[in-house]
């Protein structure tokens, strides 16, 4: 968010800073990536680790889990930016709405496996 205000926090504060243009429009670029990377890319990160976990316990119903997996991938697609973004919002309601009506399953501890050589 930073990135979005600091020319014209710039402009208030220093008397001096001269008007730029292209300042301006290099601040806004850099606004609209680090939006992408700092949201889609962290949300993606998020959301497929708590699929693979959910996957691999049971915590979450299975077709959550893989549908959150989708939903990382559609993240991580750059001309999907808008879709992406609604649709891991509605992944975050669905977990949290799971989670608040106790629709979520119990794993009974961790699971064990036995590795053998």
Known sequence: MSAEINYSSTLDRFDN???DAQLAFLSQELYGWLY???YNVGAAVLIAASSMVALHTGVLPRWLAWS?????LILLLHFLIL???LLALLWFVMVAVLMLAGGVGSTDGPRRYTVRW
């Open 68 to 72: 959150g997996l989708m939903v990382a």
């Open 36 to 38: 992408h990377y700092a």
């Open 17 to 19: 800073f001269q008007e």
């Open 83 to 85: 879709l992406g973004s």
